[in-house]
């Protein structure tokens, strides 16, 4: 699967299909506000968030990654 990468005109189509994309690959509950983090082991979730955080750079053009770079957490 190859995903467009993010700017900002295409925010409604990537926001989209990133989560399509984390939920094929079972990884949404970091950026789903209703689940819960507390059902993980504390290390299952860190990892868990760090695995969609880097996915997410990983899609974003360059310009824009060196603004998200500076969130800490997915959620």
Known sequence: MRLKKF???????????????LMVKGQI???????????YKSNEWTKLDQIVYAT?????????????QLCTITF
């Open 7 to 21: 700017n900002e005109f295409n925010f409604n189509f990537s926001n989209e299909q990133m989560q399509d994309y």
């Open 56 to 68: 997410i750079l990983m899609h974003l053009f360059e310009y824009v990654c060196y603004m998200v």
């Open 29 to 39: 509950d970091p950026i789903e506000t209703t689940n819960d983090p507390k059902r």
